[in-house]
Every structure is written in C-alpha cells, then in structure tokens.
C-alpha cells in the first residue's frame, strides 16, 4: 500500500523559507518518479514540481522556478522541497505525489498522492 506521509508546513512571512518532506512506503521508491502538487482554497490542483527515479530529470512550474528546489535521497526514501522566496500566492495545502513510472512531466503522471501539508504565507 503506497503512503507518502510529508511535514514541514507551516506560517512564514512573505520572503521566508520553509522545507518541505516527503517519507514514502508501501513501494519501490528508487524506480518512480516522484513530484509536489499544490491546492489553494477555491482553485484545483496545481502542479508544482516533479523529479524523475534517477534525481536527474527536474520540472518546475512556472510560478516557483528559481525559487523552489526539488531533491531526492532514495537511501531514505524521502523526497524534498525546498520553498525560497515565499509570496502570498503560494499559499496552499502541499501534496506529496508518486508518478506512474520513472518520469513525470506534468500533474496527469501522478498516480498516488499524501494527506498534504497547509503552507501559509502571510504578506
């Protein structure tokens, strides 16, 4: 059974940093891409950001590039995002997700997805 259990959200201020993780079970972590999805209130699901099986493979949305860094250490079976620069906009419960396979290009890819973490960004 696929869990993906994340932490780390939380209240900053606007220009703060938060970090965000993912443990995942139940699976073979090191073979499937693996990803971030967002939801504000009132809007859908946002793709936020994706990292292949090999670490190698990296998408942004456009809204957070140069601002959010995906990681992943497959030793610990743990997937990261690394939040920079928060805006107001960010806003939103952070869902950890697992692709159908070993890349993932876009929210379509996500096959499994965790409880979420609320991220409040105050201005």
């Known amino acids: 059974q696929v869990q993906l259990v994340e932490s780390g959200g939380g209240l900053v201020h606007t220009g703060g940093s938060l970090r965000l993780s993912c443990v995942a079970s139940?699976?073979?972590?090191?073979?499937?891409?693996m990803g971030w999805i967002r939801q504000a209130p009132g809007k859908e699901r946002e793709f936020v950001a994706a990292?292949?099986?090999?670490?190698?493979?990296?998408r942004y949305a456009g809204s957070v590039k140069g601002r959010f860094t995906i990681s992943r250490d497959n030793a610990k079976n743990t997937v990261y995002l690394q939040m920079n620069s928060l805006k107001p906009e960010d806003t939103a419960v952070y869902y950890c997700?697992?692709?159908?396979?070993?890349?993932?290009?876009?929210?379509?890819?996500?096959?499994?997805w965790g409880q979420g973490t609320q991220v409040t960004v105050s201005s």
């Open positions: 997700a697992r692709g159908s396979g070993m890349r993932v290009t876009d929210l379509g890819d996500f096959a499994s």
């Open positions: 139940g699976f073979t972590f090191s073979i499937y891409g």
């Open positions: 990292i292949d099986w090999t670490g190698s493979l990296i």
